[in-house]
Each structure stands twice: as structure tokens, then as C-alpha cells.
């Protein structure tokens, strides 16, 4: 008698297990849906009665905002502003801190001439640093995106030294024996060994970037969501504060989701060798 695979589990009278999830999908498609809707089930019985209102807005009046913030445009206005914003920040941000690693990377004397400041500048809050270069650049998106580039910095920075430096120095070795050229050894060894962790810095950075963009637009700003959201807040709006976190979490979450595609489709070698 053939020997069932491992991976059914029969009960007598009824369909295989492993076909019932894949009727309904992998836990990881619906959990999230079954944990949104429970907050929002536990929200609405929250604010039903209206006596905290104030304070957490119902779900219908947060919806009733969205639409009309939506219809009006000038929700995907503020959405455009911080996107170019968040964008600048990428761009300024993760791209001097990826030249500045590799030259770290390379480098003893540079680690000690530069590295310290590097730490130093980023333990300063960036509620104090914004005020000063809006000073000195004078409020707008350039310098929002600024801020935002100060804050994905040192995340790269880290990611980039690290992953440089994890490469296996036997790989070096050989590399040097085949006489391959710096820039061979950089871009064929070094550089797609230390991709899973410069993809790792670069999560960070993106949510890094949206929270700088936001904190910016908070201190000298007249649009972008987090110019709305204390916009709303200082004349007690609450459905339009829920309505600007709440996209402002999307846009994060659509950013996230952006890098990890870009990850998984740039190291499928990887996981191909697996």
C-alpha cells in the first residue's frame, strides 16, 4: 500500500487538511484582515454612543472625512508634497550615506577621521536639528526633504559599513588571485554579497524617511500630511487627524512593500541557489 505524503493530514470523512487552506489561502493572506476588522468592530463599539468623540473619532465620521478630503483633492495634494518630499530625502540621504560607507568601508583612517561625527550628529533629535536648517534654507520642500535625508543617514551608513564588511575574506583571497581589479572585486563580490543587508538599511530608511518628511512639515510647512494632521489638531478636527495618519500609514506601509518587492525580485539568485 502506497504510504501517504507526510504533508496530508486525512480525517476520516472529511477532505484533506492542506486542501482547505489552500481553498481559503496561507494564514499570512487573511490574518491581517482578521485582526483589522477586529479593531475596527472594537473602535465603532468604542465610539458608538459618541461620548468620546473628541477624542477618538467614529469610524463613519473618519470615513464620511476621507471621501471628502478625497473628493475636494486636497488629500492627494498633501499626499503629492510628502512624496517629493520622502523622495528628496531617499535620494540625498541614502545615496551620500552609501558613498560615504564604502569609502568607510575601505578606510581605517576615514572610520577615525569621520565615524565620530557620524554618531555624534545622530544622537542629536531631529526636532532640534529641523529648526536650524529650515534657518538656514528657509521653509519648502527642499529643505523638508533635508530633514528627511538627515534621518535615513546613519541607518544606511550603518548598513552599508557592515554589509561591505561581512563579505568572507577567502572570497577576497580568490578574487585577488584571479587578479580582478578593485572595481571587479566591488561590483562582482562585494557589492551582491552585502545586497541583503543594504536592503535591510534601506527598510529602515524609507520609514525613517516618512517620519522625518512628517516632523518637518510639523515645524514650517503649508501642505504635505504631516502639515495636515497638526493642521487638524490645533483646530480639533479629529476625523482629519485619523484621516491623515491613517494614509500616512498607508504611504509607509506602500513604500515598505515597494523596497521588499525590489528586494525579492534583485536577490532571486539567491534564494534560486537555496
Not at 84 to 103: K, Q, R
Amino acid at each position: 500500500m502506497a504510504q501517504q505524503p507526510q504533508h496530508q493530514i486525512i480525517v476520516p470523512g472529511e477532505q484533506p487538511l492542506y486542501v482547505t487552506f489552500q481553498r481559503y489561502g496561507k494564514p499570512a493572506t487573511w490574518l491581517p484582515l482578521v485582526v483589522a476588522f477586529i479593531a475596527l468592530a472594537v473602535w465603532y463599539l468604542l465610539t458608538r454612543d459618541n461620548t468620546n468623540a473628541f477624542i477618538v473619532a467614529p469610524p463613519l465620521k473618519v470615513a464620511s472625512q476621507f471621501l471628502t478630503s478625497l473628493g475636494d483633492g486636497s488629500l492627494l495634494a498633501n499626499v503629492g508634497t510628502t512624496l517629493s518630499e520622502i523622495g528628496i530625502g531617499l535620494l540625498f540621504g541614502v545615496g551620500s550615506a552609501f558613498v560615504l560607507g564604502c569609502g568607510i568601508a575601505k578606510s581605517k583612517v576615514l572610520e577615525q577621521a569621520i565615524g565620530p561625527y557620524a554618531v555624534g550628529f545622530q544622537a542629536v533629535p531631529i526636532v532640534a536639528i529641523a529648526p536650524v536648517l529650515i534657518r538656514f534654507l528657509g521653509p519648502g520642500l527642499l529643505t523638508n526633504g533635508m530633514i528627511s535625508a538627515f534621518v535615513v543617514f546613519f541607518p544606511m551608513l550603518v548598513s552599508t559599513i557592515v554589509g561591505l564588511r561581512s563579505v568572507d575574506p577567502d572570497l577576497r583571497e580568490m578574487m585577488r588571485a584571479l587578479k580582478a581589479t578593485p572595481w571587479q572585486t566591488f561590483t562582482r563580490l562585494e557589492l551582491p554579497a552585502a545586497m541583503p543587508i543594504l536592503f535591510g538599511g534601506l527598510k529602515i530608511s524609507t520609514i525613517l524617511a516618512v517620519v522625518g518628511t512628517v516632523v518637518g512639515e510639523a515645524v514650517s510647512s503649508q501642505s504635505g500630511l504631516g502639515f495636515l494632521i497638526y493642521y487638524a489638531r490645533y483646530t480639533y478636527d479629529t476625523s482629519l487627524v485619523y484621516v491623515g495618519i491613517f494614509t500616512l500609514t498607508a504611504l509607509a506601509l506602500a513604500l515598505y512593500e515597494i523596497v521588499a518587492r525590489l528586494e525579492r525580485r534583485t536577490l532571486r539568485w539567491q534564494h534560486a541557489g537555496h
